[in-house]
Structures are given as C-alpha cells and as structure tokens.
C-alpha cells in the first residue's frame, strides 16, 4: 500500500510540473523573453539580379546590436555588426562592395547584394541582440545560373543536346526516347555543364526535341531528321561534283598539251636538224672549193652563131665549162 502511495504521489507531481512548466515556456515564447528563436530559409536569387535579406523584426526600442555572419561557399567569411549605444557599424573581413547595409544600419538593418554573383553562394545569419533575448533568422542563398542550350547532330548520325555552364545542374530528357547517354561536367566557377548523346535507328524516327529543365526556366529544341539529312547531302554532293570536274579538266588539259606538243615539237626538231646540216655543209664546200685543184681549171668558151645572128640581135652565150 505504502508502495503503491508513493507510486502515485510521484506522478502527479510530474505531471503537475510538466504542466506549469509548458505553460511558463509558451508565456516565455510570446513575450519574447530571454528566448532564443531561430528561423533558416532557403533562398534562390538568379545571378545578375539584387537580392535583400531581412532580419526578424523586433522592437527598435529593445534593441542591443546587430551581428550579419556571412560564411561563402568557398569558405572566406565576413562580418557586419552594428551597436546601438554607439551607433556605429564595424566590419571584420568584408571586401566585397556588393553587400551592404541599407541606406541607414540603425532603422533598417537588411542586407543587399547588388549585383548576385556566383560567388555570392553560401549562408548570411542575422543575430539580433535585444533587451527580450536574442533572434537570429538564417538564410542558405543559391545563385541560380541559367544553362545555355544548344543541339546539333554530328556526321555520323547522333544528336547532341547540351545545357552548358548551368547552376545546379539542368536535367535533359528526349522525346522520342532513344539510345542516350548522359555526361556531366563541373566547371571551376561552381556551374555544371550537362550533355546528352541520343541515337536512333535510321528512318524510325523523323523528328527529335531535346527538352532542358533547369531551375530558371525550362526550353525545348526540335531537330527534323529528315529535311536535315537532305540539306546536309546537298553540300556533299556538290563538292563532289566539282572535285570530279576539276579532276577531269585537269587530266583533259594535260592530254591535250601532251598530244599538240609532240605533234609541234617533231616537225621543229627535223628542220633544226636540215639547218644544222647546211650550215655545217657549207664551210665544207667553200673549203673544197677552194682546195681542190679541179675547180681550179675553168675554160671559158664564147661561141658566136654567126655574123648574120650578130646583125639579128642574138645575144651571145657563154658557157663555163669546168674541166675534168
């Protein structure tokens, strides 16, 4: 009996602290005193825009100081504060000119970013220091970088679709599905770039959009198959077409120089050849006739037909006769 007492008293009085207790806490939380009440938001802002982080409002008369703790992604952090007995501000490692207070740090103690960077990524927590407790609200900020998209099928018949330098990582899909594999690709400024390689079998398919989801924005990009295929043959056959051309002309020129050639180059050389044979005849002639004595004898004989061809006017003839 005494056991069970004892049993029964314990647990009402836990049951009574508990509940004076819970009652106290959220008397506490109303009113703000000596609490410490934390609030996290994720925050997405797109690069190249302004993005404002507020801290919890709070009465400005109950106010001690203001603390902005920044930790970037790469680690580096930076530090505003702002005291109200002194009204002034103080800041510890912050170089960056893009964030700053608000016009006036002792009425509005937000924080602007202006322009976002990629940099910018990481966690900003505003500690508010007050006569009621302390109040912090903390913000994870995501630089969202939109992907550039491009597609273009390659010689051999696949389709490329890439979503290049985008922050996260876009998402690629295909309509219609086909044999795809798909690459990703980690930048050094924190962007991902994402590609996608898809096959079909030829002459299933005329028709292919490659579909890029991304946080900013979604885009969709078609390819005909078909018309593609014909455009792109047109060119090849072309130059196929002149290279042959080219080729023939070529070889017909040079058929035709080496036929009119030799046609104009045999008469050329037997006349050189008659020249040269003149011309070394007749040194030889001159010379025989000047040393041998047969052209040395030459009788000269006149013979006259007559006085009676005298007085008709016949001309007279003379004829050289070379002796043997």
């Known amino acids: 009996l005494c056991l069970f007492l004892r049993t029964a008293i314990t647990s009402f009085i836990i049951l009574f602290s508990h509940f004076v207790c819970s009652k106290d806490i959220k008397t506490l939380e109303k009113s703000h005193s000596l609490c410490v009440c934390a609030v996290n938001t994720r925050r997405s802002v797109l690069v190249g825009t302004k993005a404002v982080l507020a801290c919890p409002p709070v009465p400005l008369e109950t106010l001690i100081g203001v603390t902005w703790k920044i930790i970037f992604r ?65 913000y994870h900020l995501q630089v969202l970088v939109p992907p550039k998209t491009t597609m273009h099928l390659t010689e051999n018949g696949t389709v490329v679709c890439k979503a290049v330098a985008g922050k996260p990582a876009a998402q690629i899909s295909w309509t219609p599905e086909g044999d795809c594999v798909t690459e990703e690709k980690n930048q050094r400024n924190g962007t991902v770039s994402v590609q996608s390689t898809c096959r ?35 060119p090849t056959i072309l130059y196929t077409t002149l290279a042959i051309l080219i080729i023939l002309i070529i070889v017909l020129s040079i058929y035709f120089l080496k036929t ?24 030889y002639a001159s010379y025989t006739e000047k040393s041998n004595p047969l052209y040395d004898t030459v009788n000269k004989v006149t013979t006259s037909q007559g006085s009676q061809n005298e007085g008709a006017g016949m001309d007279h003839h003379t004829l050289y006769v070379v002796g043997i």
């Open 200 to 234: 079909w079998e030829e002459g299933n398919v005329s028709t292919v959009t490659c579909s890029v989801s991304h946080l900013t924005g979604n885009s969709n990009q078609s390819l005909d198959l078909h018309s593609y295929f014909r455009t792109s043959a047109r």
């Open 260 to 283: 009119t050639g030799c046609r104009k180059c045999k008469p050329t050389k037997t006349e050189t050849i008659q020249v040269f044979e003149e011309d070394e005849a007749q040194p």
């Open 74 to 138: 790469d680690n580096t952090s930076c530090t505003k504060a702002y005291r109200e007995d002194k009204n002034a501000t103080v800041e510890t490692n912050c170089t960056d000119k893009r964030i700053t207070w608000a016009s006036r740090a002792n009425q509005n103690f937000s924080l602007h970013i202006d322009p976002v960077a990629i940099t910018h990524d990481g966690n900003y927590t505003c500690e508010m220091a007050t006569s009621n407790g302390n109040f912090h609200h903390g």
